[in-house]
Nanobody, 127 residues
Framework: QVQLVESGGGLVQPGGSLRLSCAAS????????IGWFRQAPGKEREGVSC????????YYADSVKGRFTISRDNAKNTVYLQMNSLKPEDTAVYYC????????????????????WGQGTQVTVSS
């Protein structure tokens, strides 16, 4: 059974850090571009970051550039999102997903270009 499981979310104060993990089971992540998305209440799901299968290329939303870092460990079948300098506006449910094959890299932030999704992990940034 194909499954993605996110973990690492929680409550953190502004300026704090969290590291999210996305673990895959039932298939190997090696050949997939993986994206992180987030969705805040009343807002559309937005692309946060994406990493190529070989880790050669990474992409970030402007709102998180310089604060978030995406990485992957194919040996552990896991992708990570290191989030530093967190702000209240980063509060959302965070999801990881596998990109559909042959999607151009320029379309990484479109949720419709992803096939398998995890259940999400809540990140709350508040004092």
């Amino acid at each position: 059974q194909v499954q993605l499981v996110e973990s690492g979310g929680g409550l953190v104060q502004p300026g704090g850090s969290l590291r999210l993990s996305c673990a895959a089971s039932g298939f190997t992540l090696d050949y997939y571009r993986i994206g992180w998305f987030r969705q805040a209440p009343g807002k559309e799901r937005e692309g946060v970051s994406c990493i190529s299968s070989s880790s050669d290329n990474t992409y970030y939303a402007d709102s998180v550039k310089g604060r978030f870092t995406i990485s992957r460990d194919n040996a552990k079948n896991t992708v990570y999102l290191q989030m530093n300098s967190l702000k209240p506006e980063d509060t959302a449910v965070y999801y990881c997903a596998t990109a559909r094959l042959f999607i151009p890299a320029s379309a990484w932030a479109s949720a419709s270009n992803y096939r398998y999704w995890g259940q999400g992990t809540q990140v709350t940034v508040s004092s």
